[in-house]
């Protein structure tokens, strides 16, 4: 149980330190923020980790990456969005490609594009100036999706998620 516990912080570690330094790093700015794929490692982990853990990588990841790159204003709903992302993926599985999980993938969008539109005119006072972060929004989910379907399909045939929990549900 506490080998079990110690795995689980550690990847939970592994996983939010990359999800920063792919988020932070491997970006394009746009005109309120900014694009990347920091957001399939956020799906991969929810795949592999119970949500909390999930849940902290995706909301520690992204908190991390706004706060250190000049974008704190976003911090406190990259927070919100990416922990509530986190909860429509499933690790019940033995693979991380699954018709659920892809089907997350489009609930994924929806929650940050709308949850990123309704931050940003939360912050503007606009509603209708926030339009113009949607597409953005989108963009970002589809490139984080491609990326998770490729390392999830390579994930699953090497059989990682099974050697990862030896068997059983981490």
């Not at 991969?44 to 000049?70: H, Q, R």
Request: glycine share 10%; aromatic share 12%; with cysteine.
């Amino acid at each position: 149980m506490k080998n079990q516990r110690i795995r689980l912080m550690c990847f939970t570690g592994i996983f939010t330190a990359l999800v920063f330094v792919v988020t932070a790093y491997l970006h394009i700015p746009t005109y309120n923020g900014y694009v990347h794929v920091g957001d399939g490692l956020i799906y991969i982990a929810s795949c592999l980790l119970p949500w909390p853990y999930a849940m902290f990588v995706g909301a520690g990841g992204a908190f991390l990456a706004d706060c250190l790159t000049g974008y704190a204003i976003w911090a406190p709903g990259s927070v919100i969005i990416k922990g509530i992302t986190v909860l429509v993926f499933s690790n019940q599985d033995r693979k991380i490609v699954t018709k659920r999980n892809l089907w997350a993938l489009l609930l994924a969008a929806v929650i940050c594009a709308g949850g990123y539109y309704l931050y940003e005119s939360l912050i503007t006072g606009s509603f209708i100036a926030s339009l113009e972060g949607i597409p953005s929004s989108i963009t970002q989910s589809v490139a984080s999706s491609v990326i998770f379907v490729i390392l999830g399909l390579a994930i699953d045939k090497i059989g990682f998620k099974q050697k990862l929990v030896g068997g059983k549900q981490l």
